[in-house]
């Protein structure tokens, strides 16, 4: 499978057609699919028919003169709990199993408009709560560099299939390292922007205040395009910043010199994988050959972050969640009380995990608890937030390793909540600081399991980061690597 | 010794938009509209949709909240207000809990015993909730059904210090939000629709202390009527069991208006815990002061000024004052026929025509004041006619009836039907010396010393004239006919 920028020139130099790549596309899912389970949701009648629209839209605009929308007729994989309509979008749980939403996410509506076919929805942990996608009501996907192992999560349908070359690109989500954590089990590229640089309108709410649209791409160029496309105010969603879109290519820059990278000492830390840091510490080298200045930074309340994360999303999520009740969609339990409904509803069709932590943050803002928790974690998320702005003040971009272990066995987690909530310590703080952060290929470990690096920035400037990751991609060639899975493609 | 109640209300208005409050769904009439027609994403809690905050309810909010003399916070945040209910889709609603549109106003109440300040505690923007009908079958199904239309409607709660000391003070404190709701045209005021509604906290204490006692407080009071009996059977409750010693316990309660009583609903242990937080999908609500200087300035008169300043400038009892104030249309009327009818009729003489005889046509035909066909300024001219002698008093009454009818202007009705009043002499001689003519015995008489029959050859006179004639010339030109046929007699 090619990049973006490749099948695109491809598609505009009129050497493949939107029907051939989407049946290609087609085509590697349902071969590769049955082991990867990275799909909820295909759509391959619609897709095609849509193929053959973009061909014909296409073949139009040349003949008019006219220069046809920037991505059309690409096939694109979403993460199912982004809404797109008239497709089942279930956000991994039963309690959505038959909903089909009336209307799209504006990301992906934006997406749609600029001529982007969906090929299908991908497999999530239950409403985005994991970092494995064993939370999905429909099974584990599977990581296709080990079978075995998870994907990461809760995106982990996404990295899987754009690791497994299934799609070019899909869409995820990050609400507490969502894009950044499988991206980097699966040895691909995953973008989170700024918090308020895509719109939310039709992202399924976990933590309202956390939750971005991201993407996962094979290369930071292709992440930058796809930012380009989605970002922008939107009407629809209040929190959503009037701020210039970065720009589609990523230009002017040869090398990294006059790039100041950080590196938070707490970040390195006893728990943390040696294969791990080994590698980032490598592509750190391999950055200051590129004429970056890498220095050591500190960011003190790193540790505190799993503790406010879980408080401040859970609380958003106890309410964001409250919705489903089945009287107006999704499954409705039979009962002959009204509160029955809403309880048994919830009660049968919810996952452990959700019930899980809609307790915990209907608890963290009970009566009487609200200050000591929920209070207490928003105090500490403007610390968090200074820390950023604090070593922003010296250094352009801050790197670090995504997680600290590469991707993990399946079921290795599951009985310890604590111990996989652990596992998001890295990537939290990009979320509660509202800072955009970019995961890319780094190296393997001594399985050949991938271990991805991160760059965060200080808010609006993706441009930054993917810039410095595309001239690191430029320079090597983790990105390229392809699981054992697909040797005979 | 005397009790006292200390009672506050909150007071929830709806703000009559043209889009809901955090969507662009239209504002309809829930009690008419057919159910679940104004409804998108966002107000039916669909998975992913996000609210966006309407600025005209905040302008309108803020107009109000204004009125009622409160501080704009030039910050306020939405808060998540958690709990079930199916008529509640997102499962919370939006509201504002710590820090609210407007805070500290008053607002001056009138009742027999006099005039208060009721202090107005904070004003915040909110959402009305959806609609539940409950059905039962003939065959005893039971089931209920949901109506969204009126999800996401804006509401104001008007939320006042607990400073009513009487059921008179909570009514007319009622009363008069209601008036200034209906003044700024934020809402209608059709209590039937359901539009403003009210809840009563209720406590006692025996007078002349100033002990904050446990409360009570009354749900779903929906008219004024509910309201009065509600908090007048709480105060005779809560006062039986102060004057037995025994403790009110802290509760909320429910009116049901079919059986006229109050329902416990819930007590303090059962309370709900809401949950508040910060509702992270929207940002703080900025109210620049700028925008509230434009609002302030562009506030009408409100109310009780304006009461006061129809007393003074025009001379007005405080009952007709109130009468024509109590609606803005009204006064606007009021005064814009006063302004036509000067200098000629006194602004009291308009106020008893408006007060009196229109009021009287409107009350017979059912109609409000937007629907008279009788402009302020055709009435100044029917009374300017009436003042120059044109007409008389009864006539003109005739003719403001049928202007009230037809719409048609005074100078076209009394051309019609001739009501022109007589003044010339010639004429009225000549019907004087008819009348005088038939009537030769009561003449005599009148003749013979009793003056008195003048009175009844006055009014056989005016019959004459059909009721046109101008009594005052009839009357001059009567007597002196008879002054002439006396002393013609007395030189015979």
Known sequence: MQTVAQILHALQAGEISSREITADVLARIERLDPQVHAFLTVTPEAALQAAAEADRQRLAARRAGQTPPPLLGLPLAVKDVLSTRGIRTTCGSRILDNYIPPFDATAVQRLKAAGAIIVGKTNTDEFAMGSSTENSAYGVTHNPWDLERVPGGSSGGSAAAVAARMVPVALGTDTGGSVRQPASFCGVTGLKPTYGRISRYGLIAYGSSLDTVGVLTQTAEDAALFLHLMAGQDPLDATSMDVPRPPQRLEGREDLRGLKIGVPREYFTEGIQPAVARAVHAALDVMADLGAAIEETSLPHTEYAVPVYYLIATAEASANLARFDGIRYGPRAQAEQMWDVFFRTRGQYFGPEVKRRIMLGTYALSAGYYDAYYGQAQKVRTLIKRDFEEAFEQVDLIAAPVAPTTAFRIGQHSGDPLSMYLEDVFTLPANLSGVPGVSFPVGFDDLGLPIGMQLMGPHFQETRLLHAAHIYQQATDWHRHQPDLLAGD | ????????????????????????????????????????????????????????????????????????????????????????????????????????????????????????????????????????????????????????????????????????????????????????????????????????????????????????????????????????????????????????????????????????????????????????????????????????????????????????????????????????????????????????????????????????????????????????????????????????????????????????????????????????????????????AAHPKELETYLKGKEGVANFLFGQVMRLARGQANPKVVRQVLMRNLQERRKSLDAG
């Open chain 2, 1 to 436: 010794m005397e009790i006292e109640p200390v009672i506050g209300l909150e007071i929830h208005a709806e703000l009559n938009t043209k889009s809901k409050m955090f969507c662009a769904c239209p504002v309809v009439d829930s009690t008419t509209a057919e159910p679940n027609t104004a409804v998108c994403p966002v107000c039916a809690a669909m998975p992913g949709a996000l609210p966006v905050v309407n600025k005209e309810a905040v302008a309108k909010g803020t107009k109000v909240a204004l009125a009622l003399g409160c501080t704009i916070n030039r910050v306020s945040i939405f808060a998540r207000k958690n709990y079930f209910y199916p008529d509640l889709p997102k499962g919370y609603q939006i509201s504002q809990y710590e820090l609210p549109l407007a805070e500290h106003g008053a607002i001056t109440i009138r009742t027999a015993a006099g005039e208060r300040r009721i202090r107005v505690r904070r004003v915040h923007l909110e959402e009305d909730t959806g609609k539940l009908t409950h059905v039962r079958t003939e065959s005893g199904e039971e089931y209920s059904l949901v109506d969204l239309n009126r999800a996401g409607v804006p509401l104001l709660e008007i939320v006042s210090e607990p400073d009513m000391r009487s059921v008179e003070e909570a009514k007319a404190y009622a009363m008069a939000i209601r008036q200034i709701v209906r003044y700024l045209g934020v809402n209608s005021g059709d209590m039937e629709k359901g539009v403003i509604r009210f809840e009563a906290n209720v406590s006692v204490r025996w007078k002349g202390s100033d002990a904050l006692n446990t409360r009570t407080e009354i749900k779903n009071l929906n008219s004024f009527r509910a309201l009065e009996q509600a908090v007048t059977q709480e105060i005779a409750r809560q006062s039986e069991l102060l004057r037995r010693g025994e403790p009110v316990v802290q509760q909320t309660m429910g009116w049901d208006d079919a059986r006229g009583v109050t329902v416990p609903q819930r007590s303090k242990e059962e309370a709900h815990d809401y949950r508040y937080f910060p509702e992270p999908d929207l940002p703080p609500l900025e109210v620049p002061p700028e925008w509230v200087e434009e609002l302030r300035a562009a506030l009408p008169e409100l109310p009780y000024a304006r009461f006061r300043r129809f007393q003074e400038q025009y001379g007005l009892t405080a009952y007709a004052a109130e009468v024509l104030t109590a609606e803005r249309a009204v006064a606007d009327y009021y005064e814009a026929a006063v302004e036509a009818a000067a200098p000629a009729v006194p602004a009291q003489t308009v106020a008893n025509w408006v007060t009196g005889e229109l009021f009287g046509l409107m009350n017979q035909a059912g109609v409000d004041i937007a629907a008279v066909k009788v402009s302020p300024q055709a009435l100044a001219d029917l009374l300017r006619r009436i003042a120059g002698g044109e007409i008389n008093n009864n006539t003109g009454k005739s003719v403001l009836a049928e202007m009230f009818a037809s719409g048609k202007s005074a100078a076209e009705i009394i051309a019609e039907k001739g009501l022109k009043q007589v003044s010339d002499e010639a004429a009225i001689q000549g019907w004087v010396e008819e009348v005088l």
